[in-house]
């Protein structure tokens, strides 16, 4: 069975992986400290451009691996906004309570959930894990031993999908009585825990002794995968600082909602 | 002398005694050695510690008074699954380049260089290795193991978990390694390989060394114990077919399971068609085909656990959900362990029939724990068996009803002989009880002397249909039907 997508390399796979990571956690640390719902609406723009258009997946995918997160954005957006605290009520119903003050901090929540969601969706459709665990050890100095061991490890999780499949049909042949309540909770753990960590402890296992096998250790090693920077990464910061740039411009000069700071009272 | 060890003493923690008690062996260059014993021997264990696995990478207690252990070895293990850490075939030679510090300009010729030391011929490399069959996977850990460009090679059992085709597969590869290459191979298989090697070192089942000598020495003053020890050697069915009186003429009663125009489906594509099927009381039906031709497919397409089109009749019942089929179709997996649901033995032959609130279920349990062979470990957890054990208990909790139709998804695979025939002897005893047996195998030898009918599976297709006599090896009478 098929577990990987198939796509078309662009220029944002051949960022560097390491410079990715670090930059992409730089813009959500950024994202923290937005409090403007118009910048940050803008601001989505920024992501949403590349990912629709510069992942090479197909728009199919794009938009099914995109749907969770509307639903993330009306969710986080709609909490705060039918319960949160503020001084100009718009509507009263029952214990929902729309203000001026808890609709404004809802969207920026909400757009800064989405915000989130499609830089992390982005990352993971451009980025080989192997690609950047290579880039791990040789820009930032990530200790072989842990990248390996995390290469090592992504490849069991398709088993031990398939080793789920597998045990359902077997568990659904044997016609396990499904218990009630909290039972059941504690019932599915045990049955599905138990015998895919055993097998995968003992897969673990094995895989690590063939690493060694393969003297795998702590000496000196050579790369086959020698990440470096390219012109790629420059054209990446550009896209990105322009892009935020433009944001801020345009969401302080021509703002589009009544409030520019949802933390004032 | 080139890799040895002199007194060995080696023990598991947890293990009532000794693995091994002052244990010698000595192997001289470029000799092939071939360790032969009982399952749990210790046989795979000594070959790690002289590969210097144990006690560095695997962590066991043991003393040696003198041990040789040479710097630069290779090991290829038997689990295709679990040898490589990459996803992709180049990559996976590449991290054994890149342990040698093998500048990286180099690594592209030498990746071409080594696949095709084993045969193993891409256009491009960079081909993902959860798309190769099991055999191509183990041609791949066998080149890594000598782009180690290792002084001492180690096969611990490199081919239980092929078929057939696999097999040899691996062994002609093998056997294309340089001629003064010092080998230490542990197989239980050894149709192939008798040949090959110099030398045999025979267990007993204390992990004591018994027979030390050239193979046709060993054969014939050690036979009986190599048939004992359930090795699968070249006359192994022979004898096991004359000492079977297996009943030739096949009583068929009256048709119990009818297949019109079944599809299953994974996804919108049939996986499995299968046009018109009939199956009568007392017939054993062997499917066999090509990985991935479907033959699971149509085991999980009878059991309604795939999404299935056409009609399914047992017993003269409509089988339309999972339900229905579990109270007329039994199911044997290949893992027995994903079938355990409980934490003994008993509880989990118990289980089925407390679910349909048997009156009698001791009795039961304890008849078929006897007739499992199983009475003696019953409190003990399912996983603890072993391997042939848990294949018996995964048959009894299949066939807990009166099901007239028992399904087996290659039960006897990566099992050795002894298991392998006790098995079928049990199967035997339940078809000659009206039973129908319907089992997936890879295994010629079962389909010539044990099945009365064979099914072709190819390309998700029922492609043939025809009853088989038991004849024996190549003289399989079919008739299309």
């Known amino acids: ?265 | 002398m080139k890799v040895g060890v002199s007194n060995l003493r080696l023990k598991f923690a947890g293990a009532p005694s000794l693995q091994f008690e002052d244990l010698s062996l000595h192997v001289k260059e470029s000799e092939k050695i071939l360790f032969l014993g009982p399952s749990g021997c210790g046989k795979s264990t000594l070959l790690q510690v002289l590969a210097g696995l144990i006690p560095n990478a695997v962590p066991v207690p043991m003393k040696a008074d003198d041990m040789v252990i040479c710097e630069s070895t290779g090991v290829v293990f038997q689990d295709p699954d679990a040898q490589f850490c990459m996803p992709y075939v180049d990559e996976e030679i590449a991290f054994v380049l890149e342990n040698r510090a093998v500048p990286q300009h180099e690594m592209n010729d030498l990746i071409q260089y080594y696949l095709d030391k084993v045969g193993l011929s891409f256009q491009d490399p960079h081909v993902e290795i959860s798309t190769l069959s099991q055999g191509m996977k183990q041609r791949l850990a066998i080149s890594s193991m000598i782009a180690l460009e290792p002084e001492v090679i180690f096969l611990d059992e490199p081919t239980a978990l092929l078929d057939p085709e696999g097999t040899s597969e691996i062994w002609s590869t093998i056997k294309q390694i340089e001629a003064k290459q010092t080998m230490i191979i542990v197989e239980h298989k050894i149709d192939e390989v008798v040949d090959f090697v110099d030398r045999i070192v025979l267990f007993n089942s204390e992990g004591k060394i018994i027979a030390d000598s050239d193979p046709n020495t060993v054969f014939s003053f050690y036979k009986h114990k190599i048939r004992e020890f359930g090795i699968w050697y070249p006359e192994v069915w022979d004898e096991h077919i004359k000492e079977t009186d297996l009943p030739k003429d096949i009583v068929r009663g009256k048709e119990v399971l009818s297949v019109t125009n079944l599809k299953g489906y994974r996804g919108k594509h049939p996986k499995i068609q299968a046009p018109e099927i009939s199956v009568c009381e007392g017939e054993w039906v062997a499917i066999t085909g090509k990985n991935g031709a479907g033959k699971s497919s149509l085991l999980l397409s009878l059991m309604n656990v795939m999404k299935t089109s056409g009609e399914i009749k047992v017993s003269n019942q409509l089988i339309k959900t999972v339900h229905d089929a579990r109270s007329q179709l039994a199911f044997v997996f290949q893992n027995p362990e994903f079938q355990f649901i409980t934490h003994s033995v008993y509880k989990e032959l118990a289980y089925s029939l407390e679910m349909i609130n048997d009156p009698n279920v001791d009795e039961k349990v304890n008849g078929w724990l006897t007739s499992y062979q199983l009475e003696h470990v019953k409190l003990l957890h399912p996983y603890q068996l072993s391997t042939g054990q848990k294949r018996r208990l995964s048959v009894g909790t299949a066939l807990f009803g009166s099901q007239p139709v028992l399904l087996l998804d290659e039960p006897t695979f990566g099992q050795d002989a002894q298991n392998t025939f006790k098995l079928l002897q049990l199967f035997e005893e339940l078809r000659a009880k009206g039973l129908i047996i319907i089992m997936v195998t890879h295994d010629e030898k079962i389909v010539n002397n044990y099945a009365t009918r064979q099914w072709i599976i190819e390309k998700g297709l029922l492609v043939a249909d025809r009853n088989l006599e038991r004849v024996g090896e190549g003289k399989a009478y079919a008739m299309d039907s």
């Open chain 1, 1 to 265: 069975m098929q577990w990987t997508l198939n796509y078309e390399e662009t220029w944002v796979h051949r960022l560097n992986p390491a410079f990715k990571l670090v930059f992409f956690l730089l813009l959500f640390l950024l994202l923290l400290f937005i409090h403007n719902p118009n910048i940050i609406t803008n601001i989505t723009v920024v992501p949403l451009l590349l990912l629709l258009f510069s992942t090479g997946h197909q728009k199919k995918v794009l938009l099914i691996l995109m749907l969770p997160f509307l639903l993330l954005f009306f969710s986080s957006a709609s909490s705060m906004m039918f319960f949160g605290q503020g001084s100009t009520t718009w509507w009263k119903w029952g214990l929902i309570h729309i203000t001026e003050e808890s609709f404004y901090r809802g969207l920026h929540i909400g757009f800064r959930a989405l915000n989130f969601a499609l830089l992390g969706l982005l990352f993971a459709l451009t980025t080989r894990p192997v690609y950047l665990f290579y880039s791990l050890i040789q820009q930032l100095k990530v200790p072989p031993r842990f990248a390996y061991s995390f290469m090592a490890a992504v490849r069991i999780l398709p088993v031990m999908l398939e080793e789920f499949q597998q045990l359902r049909a077997a568990l659904l042949i044997r016609g396990v009585k499904k218990k009630k309540g909290y039972r059941r909770i504690t019932q599915t753990i045990t049955l599905y825990a138990v015998p895919l960590l055993s097998q995968s402890i003992r897969r673990a296992h094995r895989i690590a002794v063939a690493m060694e096998a393969k003297r795998f250790n702590n000496n000196k090693r050579t790369y086959y995968y020698k990440p470096t920077f390219s012109k790629f990464d420059l054209l990446f910061l550009l896209y990105t600082t322009i892009g935020f740039g433009v944001a801020f411009w345009v969401g302080d000069t021509f703002p589009y909602f009544d409030s520019t700071d949802v933390r004032q009272k």
